[in-house]
């Protein structure tokens, strides 16, 4: 199916998938090359997503990384503030998203900082659902469940909850890395296309994520091609958007795959 986002009046088309570049503006991020604490890093990769192609800027101040403390409530948004200042004063026509887990924090960004996508990774309260469903802005829901049928369970009991709020965009995330095993990791994503039984885009994260590098036997830094291999896959299930720490490579990986099926389609 052909999915559309509405971004602040503008249609996203995800006919072709999108790829959506990680801001991270955290000092603690699993993935250390993403951490981007000052103003200059910021507007740096903010640019360096724009540039190479990236379709959508996900900014996250509070590390969800296995084993960390989640900074507070005030403290995220203070870093919310810095980010979202800088990449509107430089990118004013970007479409920014915002990970957090925090209701408050989610109304802040959009009525304050014009936020255009809030991509929750706590769960999907009711505090959250409701807030969400009252500012109308695209909205990533995301499980932890272990299993696909778990899974599915619980995206349909949000996703209803959402509907019956009012809310139109909404983007599932099987949440690869959040509350599974390896195993449970690999086994979801070879049933990927079971979810586009809910009729709703299909977001992916699998970037650089311990999936990758504990099956590699490498760091997080060496797994890049490990995750292009996965995004392909995931491409070829359905996935919609892919959240990525390398935007070009994403890009290019999203381009071969969409012409490839667009050359089968019209064969």
Known sequence: MNYTLNIRGRLMDLARPRVMGILNVTPDSFYDQSRTPTEEQVAARAHQI???????????????????????????????????????????????SVDTFRPAVARMVVEELGADIINDVGGGSDDMLQTVAQMGVPYVLMAA???????????????????DLGQKDIIVDPGFGFGKTVEQNFSLLAQLERLLVMELPVLVGVSRKSMIYKTLECTPAEALNGTTVLNTVALGKGASILRVHDVKEAVECCRLIHNSQLTIHNS
């Open 50 to 96: 724009v540039d190479q192609g990236g379709d959508i800027i996900d900014i996250g101040a509070c590390s969800t990384r296995p084993g960390s403390t989640p900074v507070g409530e005030a403290e995220e948004a203070a870093r919310l503030r810095m980010a979202l200042g800088v990449v509107r004063r430089q990118l004013p026509d970007a479409v920014v």
């Open 145 to 163: 469940q272990p299993t696909l049928r778990d899974t599915l369970l619980f995206l349909a009991d949000r996703v209803q909850r959402l509907r």
